[in-house]
Structures are given as C-alpha cells and as structure tokens.
C-alpha cells in the first residue's frame, strides 16, 4: 500500500471514528435529554393524577360532612317541632296528647329535654280537677258589626242591631277580659256524651283549679240579605292559608278578605293564647237555611236572593274547613221559627227541611239552638212523649239550647239529651247592665265598662219582643 494511502486511511479512520463518538454522543445527549423530559413528563402527569385524587376525597369528605351535618340539623328540626307541637297539646290542656307527642321519638328516654317535658306535662296533669259540667255558662253572640258608621247611621234596622248585635271592638275586648278572668272555652260535646246505648253520661273536663270553663255560640250565621248593605261579612271563605275567614262585598263591586266577624277574630285570638280552649274547642255556628248557609245561596226556594246551585258545592267545602278548624254546627230551625209556638206539624216540616237543604252542606249535626231561645217545653226535663223532641231526637238533635241570662249558668243533663241555658252578649244586655245599677247580669264573665261601646252607640231600646 502507498505510505501516502495508508496515512490518508488511517486519517480517515480516526475521522470516522470521532465522527461516531460524536454520533454516540449526540444520541446519548437526545436519549438523556428524551429521558429526562420524559421523567418530568410523568412527574406532571403523577402530580396531576395526585391532585385530581385529593380534590376528588376533599370533595367526598365535605360532602360527608354536609351529610352530616343535614341529618343532624334535620333531626334537631324534629326534635325542636316535636317539643313545640306537644307543648301547644299541653296549653290546651291536652297533657296525655302532649306525653305521646313527646314518646313518638325514638330518642325521647335518652334526651334530658324531653324527660323534663314530660315530667313537667305529668305534674300539670295530675294538678288537674274535674269541672262541674252542670255549672258551664253558654254565651252568644249574632254576626259582628264590622262597620259602626254603616249600622248606626239611624235607618231602620239601626235599633234592631243596636240590641242584638256586639261591635268587633266589644268582641275582642270581651275575649281578652275572659282570658284575663280564668274562662277556658269547651265543646258541648266535652260536656257530656252520647253513648252507642242511646243514653247520655256525663263528660270529663280536666281543667288546672281556678280556670272556668265556658262554650261559645254565634246565631244566624246566614248573612242575610237585610244585613248586606249595613257592613257586616257577607260569607264564610277558605282562606289563601287553607284557614276559614271571612269575605265581605264592597258597594264597587269588588269584594275584600279579613276578619270581619268571631271566626277569623277567635282563631286569631286562640292562635296566640291557646290556654283559651280546652283541647281545641272553638265556638257553635247556628245555621238556618231559609237564605242559604254561611253567606251561599243554596236555599232552592230562596226567590228574593236568588238560588244559585252551585254555591252549594263552595259552601260544602268551607264547612269542611270549619270543621277541620274545630268549629261546631247547629241546626238553628230551617225557617228561624218559634219552636215553642208551632205546631208539632210545622216542627216536623221545618226539621225536614233543614235536613235536606242544610244537612247535606254541613254534615251530621246534633246541636239545635232554638231561634228567639223559644224552647220546646218547660225547664222540666225532656221525655218521648212530647211530640217535638220525639221527633227532633229521631233526627239526631241530642244537645239543645235555650236562651236564659236569669243564672250564670242553666244545664239538664237528661236521659237522652243535654239541654243548655244561653246568655247573649248584645248591646241590650251590656247597655242595661251598664246603666241600671240593679242589674248584674255580666260581672262574673267580665267588667262591662271595660267593653261596652259607649262611643259608637245610641242608647239601646228596650226589647219589645223575644231575641232573635
Ligand atoms: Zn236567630
């Protein structure tokens, strides 16, 4: 070989083989470099896949706490209301409700609150005494006057509501001197019981000593036609809060809710002072049926207002609503007639007439509240022979009430009824009580300067007739 070849093929071989170290180089720099970027890749990756894993637990954990913490305010929210609803049982003197409410909850041994409540509901329940049912007053009242200006405005009917109608301010004071007095409202039907053997027994009111209980009724709760244009309510209606309340028409046409007679007054009086009522009673509706029932025309042979079919459907329902709310019905006669006076013909025919016209609207009944308080018989007890009530109690009537302001209290427990004295709470009554010193018909109910409208009223005429 030429030196010259062999130097230039060694020289070219020393090129090559720098120019494969640099080759090796290079690729082991790229496969480094690869490496590393490929080490820092996965690093992001693991770091990312870490913080999506802790969101995710930090997220569950929370929610577990919210979990928690919604069971636990949503136990605590029935625990609270539980405590509340037995509490309201037990103002009305409903203790044994009061403990059951309380023993609906599961935890109610192992919670201290509870066991005081309940300790506290036994004392007030064992401190209870039995009221006197033939000792109970009965009071009434007609429709309020919800509008002075209108019924004493000197027109016709003015003296007429002057003496058998209370002002809604005369009302709500005589409730509130009540309650302030001790008087608890009872039911008829607390008074005493009808048994399924046809006899009546005398009831249990268990009340704390010193309260006085007392029943409630209102007359004529018809709104009469006559009545309409003096202010007064113009119909019962379900109010937005599914509550009865009261409507009244206004001379534009348009109509307007609010509490314009007792219903809606007392259930917002017993509302704030439930001690008022004795295991939720609330008052006697009186229903004739001549001009409807509750402000409908559902008479079929009422020409003078109009019969209107289907009012009976809306005045079903706001009966219902009454009911559910805790108020009573009584039949008070078809054609408001002296059941006295009448034959026991002309009683039969009205009894019937009520029951189809006015029973199917507000379901059984078994109060009768005579109109004029014209009772049927003597203060001697009831018996099968006197036709009427023969007749009346086939019907079902088993409670009966007169009108009597002679004794704070009149009742005859009979064999098969109960028959009740009523006083009325009207301008007549308060008016004479109030200016003839020899009168005292009202103080152990309450003080009647404290209530009369002495403002608002003309002084009230002597009655010429019976009440209404
Ligand atoms: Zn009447």
Redesign the pocket.
């Known amino acids: 070989m030429d030196p010259y070849d062999k130097r230039e093929m060694l020289r070219d071989r020393r090129r090559k083989s720098r120019r494969q170290k640099k080759i090796k180089m290079i690729t082991s720099v790229i496969l480094a470099l690869g490496l590393l970027a490929g080490a820092v890749a996965g690093t992001v990756v693991l770091m990312k896949d870490s913080s999506i894993m802790s969101e995710k637990a930090q997220a569950k954990a929370k929610k577990e706490v919210e979990e928690g913490k919604e069971k636990e305010t949503k136990e605590e929210k029935k625990r609270k209301s539980l405590l509340k609803e037995a509490d309201r049982l037990a103002a009305m003197y409903d203790y044994a409700g009061a403990i059951e409410k309380l023993s609906s909850y599961e935890l109610s041994e192992s919670d201290a609150e509870f066991m005081q409540a309940k300790q506290a509901y036994e004392a007030s329940q064992a401190a209870c005494v039995p009221a006197d049912i033939t000792k109970i007053p009965h009071i009434f009242f007609h429709s309020l006057i919800a509008d002075n200006a209108k019924v004493f405005d000197g027109d016709a009917e003015e003296d007429g509501y002057n003496q058998y109608m209370t002002t809604i301010d005369e009302f709500n004071r005589i409730i509130q001197e009540m309650y302030n007095n001790g008087f608890v409202l009872v039911s008829m039907h607390d008074m005493a019981v009808m048994g399924e053997d046809g006899t009546m027994s005398k009831g249990q009111i268990m009340l704390p000593e010193g309260k006085k209980p007392f029943v409630l009724s209102v007359?004529?709760v018809n709104y009469y036609n006559y009545m309409l244009d003096d202010g007064f309510a113009s119909r019962l209606v379900v109010g937005e809060d599914g509550k009865p309340t009261t409507e009244r028409d206004l001379e534009n046409g348009e109509s307007e809710i609010g509490d314009f007679d007792v219903v809606p007054l007392l259930d917002k009086f017993l509302e704030e002072h439930p001690d008022f009522s004795y295991r939720g009673a609330k008052g006697i509706l009186?229903i004739t049926g001549y001009e409807g029932a509750l402000g409908y025309r559902t008479c079929p042979t009422d020409d003078k207002n109009g019969y209107d079919e289907s009012q009976i459907e809306t005045a079903k329902k706001v009966a219902q609503c009454l009911k559910d709310d805790g108020w009573e019905f009584a039949s008070?006669t078809w054609g408001?007639i002296r059941m006295g006076t009448v034959s026991a013909e002309k009683v039969k025919e009205d009894a019937d007439k009520w029951e189809s016209q006015v029973k199917p609207i507000l379901g059984d009944v078994d109060i009768l509240i005579y109109?004029y308080g014209e009772d049927i018989n003597s203060f001697r007890k009831y018996t099968m022979e006197n036709e009427k009530f023969a007749y009346l109690k086939a019907k079902g009537f088993y409670y009966y009430c007169n009108v009597d302001s002679s004794n704070p209290s009149w009742v005859q427990l009979g064999t098969d009824y109960l028959r009740q004295g009523r006083r009325n709470l009207d301008g007549y009554r308060m008016y004479h009580d109030l200016i003839d010193d020899s009168v005292d018909k009202l103080s152990d109910l309450f003080d009647v300067t404290k209530v009369y409208d002495a403002q608002v009223r003309p002084p009230v005429p002597a009655l010429t007739g019976p009440g209404?």
Request: glycine content about 14%; aromatic content about 0%.
């Open positions: 007359d004529d009186g008070h408001h109109p209404k």
